[in-house]
Structure formats: structure tokens, C-alpha cells
């Protein structure tokens, strides 16, 4: 089956009704997860903009049809660790159990439980949708933010000039924790995104699954909804956000770029590197430039 | 109402995210292929197949215009919502 027959046949999880902005990748991201997982799952969404726009059913007004909880922003992993054991002494494995957590919540805050939880090969699927900041409290900086982006904690003015560290590169860390599964995935590319939920679901079945998914925030980015999924798709193809995938320790590319677009090529029409001069721009396409070498020199394929 | 998901006729009310809408996607069947990339995109869930085809509903649909820009038959057109 396609992965378009297979989205079209799926139950939404997910309810209409989600105040999630305009064109927002987050929404997309944990409807897409929810329905792959289906039913028969127990979902941990924490603090932020899912959690805030109601998936949790906090508000009465929308919410799942799955059972769900709000964690903490920094226990989601160790949460999730034991309803998962729960479930597996009762004799419940099938029950597929599943983060889908902010890049704060899961680089910054929850990075700790998260680390232990992968450490421990607790058994689940964490889903990370990558938004580069804390959107649902106004567009502050998290540490997977990129260099040069404007947020509310790293403004471009005269004392700085947006972000000036480089992003904290987090599904390698997550790797090298030895977990069953770990893979970067982008809803640009649908059909490799669909796939490495539905591995991801099967890996967690053996111990802990990562995923890292680019989400684009067209509100706290500022560029306009309609874009999301062609910003997506400039991130990948610039290399801002390659695709891959381990598995036991062996690392494959998903998306071979054999011609890059330029990193300038990604951020316009992005207005949170508006103000980015020629400098600043080198500085991320250096960057970048060598964590796509990085990563292929990991890569087997 | 069509739900996207049943809630069951006592189920919550739903925030009418349609009420958003400044432009509403509009489907030209005489160019749309059903290849359902529009359904596979669409953040809200808000486009459904019935039989082989592909259509819109406007029950919640935002107005994003993410299906339009990347269908890749130009056969969505986002015009003026009319209240
Ligand atoms: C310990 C703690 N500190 C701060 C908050 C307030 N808070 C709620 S949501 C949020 C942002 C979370 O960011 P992220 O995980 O990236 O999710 P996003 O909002 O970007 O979707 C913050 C800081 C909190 N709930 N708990
Ligand atoms: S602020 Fe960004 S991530 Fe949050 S709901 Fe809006 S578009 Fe989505
Ligand atoms: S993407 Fe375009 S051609 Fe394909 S189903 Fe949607 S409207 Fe039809
Ligand atoms: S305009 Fe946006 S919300 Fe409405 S159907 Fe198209 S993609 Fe979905
Ligand atoms: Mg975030």
C-alpha cells in the first residue's frame, strides 16, 4: 500500500478543532504520528504549542481519541518509561507507547529524563517535533535553535545579531545512546516520513525509538503558513536538516543530496534571518557545510 | 457537521477553527489527478477521499493555503472567504 492509501484509510486520532496556527508542521507532525500509532496507544504530549492548541483535551474543546497525558516539560521520557513498564508486566506489549515533545522539551529541559530513558532502552517511540524554540511562550531560544535566528531571547539588534551559537545537533546524541532506532524526518518528504513513523512504532516494540522531526513554525519563524512545507523542503535540501536513519549502530542516508541548494537559498523568505548580512550567512553555510560531512562520512548509503 | 474524527453526539464541543478563514481552497476537479498529496499535507486533516476521490471539507479547514501551494497540478485556487 502507498503511503497515500495508507494516510487516506487510517482513522484520524486527532480531533478537527486543534487552535494550532495557520500552516503549523507541528500539526501536521502529531496528527501524522497519532494516526500511524492509531488507537491502541497511550500518547504523553508536555507543555507547548500541541499541548496548548488542546491535543491533550485540557481545553474540552478538542483533544484525541486516544488516551493521553500532559507531562511535565522535563519528565515526558521518564513518564512515558513507566507506563511502558506497567504495560509490558501486564502482559501488554502491544500497546504502542508514544512522546511527541517540543525541541525544548526534549533537548533543554527534558534532555535528562530523555538521556535515561534511551540510556535504559526503556521501550517507546519518542517523537520530537523541531520547532527551534519555545513557541508556546513566545518564541524564546532553545538550544536547537540555529545560528542567526531572531527569537525573543536573541534579537537582532545592535548588541547581538539573532542567535550566536550553532544548534545543538540532538538525534546524533540520541544515536549514540545505542537505541533501537533513531532517524531525522521532515514532513516535506511525506512518504520517508510515514515510513520511519510506522519503523519507529515497530522498533519501540524492543526498547527506545527516536524521532527528529523538522517542524516549521510559520507564527514565531514569520514567513507566511502556506509555505511550511516548501520551507521544509528548502531545509532538507539545503542541508540545513539532512535525512537519515541508524539502526543498531549502522547509519544510512535517506535523501542522498548530490546538489545542494545554498543556505541563502534556505532562509529567504524566513523572516527570522532577515537581518542576517553577508558574514553571519558564511558562518551557517559553514556550519552546515560540515555537519553534512559529518554526516556522510557516518553513512554507509 | 463532518467529523474528522466521531466524537460521539454528546462529544466536546469543537473549537470552529473554520471561523478563521479569510481564504477558502478551491478545488478545480477538472484538473485535480486524486493523487491525495494535498490530504497528505494538510495540517488540520480537513481533506478527506471518498471512493477514489479527493475532496475538501470546509468544517474546520484554517485557510492555510499549504494544499494549493503544493498541489502539484495547480488545481486548488484559494479565493475570498464569504461570510
Ligand atoms: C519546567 C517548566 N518551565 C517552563 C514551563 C512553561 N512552558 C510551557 S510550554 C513551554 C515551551 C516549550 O517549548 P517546546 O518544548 O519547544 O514546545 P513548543 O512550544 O515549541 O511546541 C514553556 C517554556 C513549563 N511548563 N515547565
Ligand atoms: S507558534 Fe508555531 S509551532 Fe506553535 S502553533 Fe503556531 S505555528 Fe505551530
Ligand atoms: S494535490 Fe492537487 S491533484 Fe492531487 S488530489 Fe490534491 S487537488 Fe487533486
Ligand atoms: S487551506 Fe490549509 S487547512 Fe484548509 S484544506 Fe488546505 S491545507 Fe488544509
Ligand atoms: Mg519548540
Known sequence: ?301 | MRHVTPLGNQGMYILDTAAWRVVRPVMDKNRCVNCGICLSLCPVGSIYAEGKQILISYDYCKGCGLCAAECPKQAITMEAEVK
Not at chain 1, 496556527?21 to 494516526?35: H, K, N, S
Open chain 1, 1 to 301: 500500500m502507498s503511503y497515500i492509501d495508507t494516510i487516506k484509510k487510517l482513522p484520524q486520532v486527532m480531533t478537527p478543532g486543534s487552535s494550532a496556527c495557520q500552516g503549523c508542521g507541528g500539526e501536521l507532525i502529531t496528527r501524522r504520528v497519532m494516526q500511524l500509532a492509531g488507537n491502541n496507544s497511550v500518547f504523553a504530549v508536555p507543555p507547548g504549542c500541541m499541548a496548548g492548541a488542546g491535543v491533550d483535551g485540557w481545553s474540552y474543546q478538542n483533544g484525541c481519541t486516544a488516551p493521553i497525558h500532559i507531562t511535565l516539560l522535563d519528565n515526558t521520557a521518564s513518564f512515558l518509561s513507566g507506563v511502558s513498564e506497567m504495560y509490558q508486566r501486564k502482559g501488554r506489549g502491544d500497546v504502542n507507547i508514544v512522546a511527541i515533545a517540543g525541541d525544548g522539551a526534549t533537548a533543554d529541559c527534558g534532555f535528562q529524563s530523555l538521556s535515561g530513558a534511551a540510556e535504559r532502552g526503556a521501550k517507546m517511540l519518542y517523537v520530537c517535533y523541531d520547532n527551534e524554540g519555545y513557541m508556546n511562550t513566545g518564541f524564546q531560544r532553545s538550544s536547537t535553535t540555529s545560528l542567526g535566528s531572531r527569537t525573543s531571547t536573541t534579537p537582532a539588534g545592535s548588541a547581538i545579531n539573532g542567535k550566536e551559537q550553532n544548534a545543538k545537533y540532538l538525534p546524533l546524541i540520541m544515536s549514540m545512546h545505542n537505541i533501537e532506532y533513531c532517524a531525522t524526518a521532515s514532513p516535506s518528504h511525506m512518504m520517508d516520513m510515514v515510513g520511519k513513523i510506522k519503523r519507529g512504532l515497530e522498533c519501540s516494540k524492543r526498547g527506545f525509538a527516536y524521532l527528529h522531526i523538522f517542524s516549521p513554525c510559520p507564527t514565531g519563524w514569520s514567513f507566511r503558513p502556506d509555505e511550511s512545507i516548501d520551507v521544509a523542503r528548502r531545509a532538507v535540501r539545503s542541508n540545513i536538516f539532512p535525512l537519515w536513519e541508524c539502526e543498531r549502530g549502522r547509519y544510512y542516508l535517506s535523501f542522498d543530496n548530490r546538489e545542494p541548494i545554498t543556505v541563502r537559498e534556505f532562509v529567504k523568505s524566513i523572516g527570522k534571518f532577515a537581518s542576517l548580512g553577508e558574514a553571519e550567512l558564511n558562518a551557517l553555510q559553514a556550519s552546515t557545510d560540515s555537519r553534512w560531512a559529518l554526516i556522510k562520512r557516518l553513512c554507509e548509503r
